[in-house]
């Protein structure tokens, strides 16, 4: 296998990262959002998980591949929704990231299951998002992935307010 040719500095790669995963956020939060704001969303979301391919943790790329999977949820797009929420649950299982983590990708498998239309399999990605929720330790991590599971059913974001 060859090494990808750097052409930016690794910091840069980060800064992109992160300032395009915030930017996919603000975009998904957006109310009223057009065409055209839909459209940079999904380019956002994946130019952040890109920049994470090159200089990222698998962490990184496993959020990544879930806010994708979200960005794609929010369009009503269940085919790459759930393409990338498989991703994120190979990720998180194969590195073995924790329960914040893996219960997030169990949220998005159900978020995708509900977009396609399928409550059985996203029934059986709740109880799972929910059984590692169970077994997070800290408070708020918990409560976050539990508020946002709490969203599958209605497809809708959970309160930003306070997580």
Same mark, same amino acid.
């Given at each position: 296998m060859t090494e990808r040719r750097m052409y930016v500095d690794k910091e840069v790669h980060k800064k992109l990262a992160v300032d395009l995963f915030n930017l996919?956020?603000?975009? =998904?939060?957006?109310?009223?959002?057009?065409? =055209?704001d839909n459209g940079e969303m999904v380019n956002a979301a994946h130019a952040s998980r890109f920049h994470w391919g090159l200089v990222g943790s698998p962490l990184n790329l496993a959020r990544g591949e879930w806010q994708i999977s979200r960005v794609y949820s929010v369009l009503g797009r269940s085919e790459p929704s759930l393409f990338h929420a498989k991703k994120s649950l190979e990720i998180c299982l194969d590195s073995q990231l924790g329960d914040f983590d893996l219960g997030f990708a169990y949220e998005a498998m159900a978020r995708a299951y509900a977009v396609q239309g399928d409550s059985m399999q996203r029934d059986q990605n709740i109880r799972l998002a929910k059984y590692a929720a169970d077994r997070i330790g800290k408070e708020d991590d918990r409560t976050w992935l539990l508020k946002n599971v709490d969203t599958v059913t209605s497809l809708s974001l959970p309160d930003l307010g306070e997580n």
């Open positions: 996919t956020w603000d975009l =998904i939060e957006k109310i009223n959002r057009s065409e =055209i």
